[in-house]
């Protein structure tokens, strides 16, 4: 591969850098990339505009089940991987870049035949319509402002178990109930770590009381509505005595 050919293809990559949330941010392969376009360029686009207006308003999780509902799993696979691209970058650019690739690049016409790359074309200009997607915009956002606002809370744990307390002459004399909150978390530079707190009955009374509240606040604030067309929700009042 020519040195122009290795200079267009990293044009071409620059503009697929996609947000990934487990690695936060990563660039594609280009070789997984080309074989979803690939399997981009394969399907019909009568089924897929059907499944992209079905996933529009819906959440991340359900958009993302009814992908994987609608086609086989490397199909979806590939179908999703996509979807965070096109939501991360301008379509149109993207088309006219992966353009001007094929036709520079023999490493990029050869990852696309011809008569793949026809109907591509014709369905990324029918599609590009729908991107960015809001489901995949707002969980981006989400995941963002989760990682960047503290520690992402990943296991937790409550072991009650009983430890025997000996007299002087090794006779157990007592047992001592104890109840130990494990407590598994990811920091900000990825770092996986524990905390382990040995609770009494009252710390779990007082912990347990405390979640009930933050629960009401919760509902609290999931009830106030923000400004729709000149109408504002009213949140529910929830006694948190």
Known sequence: MCFKEQFSIIVLLK????????????????????????????????????????IQPKSFDIAKD????EYAEQEASALWR??????????????????????????VSGSIPQDIWQNLV????????????RCI??????ERFRMLTGNTLRTTDIICDIRPIFDSFASVVGLVPLTTLKIG??????????????????HLDNLAAKIETAK????????????????????????LR
């Open 185 to 202: 978390y990811r920091t900000q530079e990825e770092d996986d770590k524990f905390l382990e707190l040995v609770l009494s009955k009252e």
């Open 15 to 54: 503009c697929v850098h996609i947000i990934d949330m487990s690695n936060k941010s990563v660039s594609m392969p280009s070789s997984l990339m080309f074989n979803d376009l690939r399997v981009l360029g394969s399907l019909s686009l009568e089924r897929l505009e059907n499944v992209l207006c079905r």
């Open 137 to 142: 915009e707002m969980h981006i956002q989400r």
């Open 82 to 107: 996509l979807f965070d691209v096109f939501s991360a970058v301008v379509v149109g650019d993207f088309i006219e870049e992966l353009a001007s690739t094929r036709v520079e690049s023999s490493f």
């Open 122 to 133: 014709s369905t990324l200009c029918s599609i590009k319509r729908f991107f960015p997607l």
């Open 216 to 239: 009401k606040e919760l509902d609290v604030l999931s009830g106030v509505g923000f400004a729709y067309k000149g109408q504002a929700k009213q949140p529910k009042k929830i006694d």
């Open 66 to 69: 009814i992908v994987f509902a």
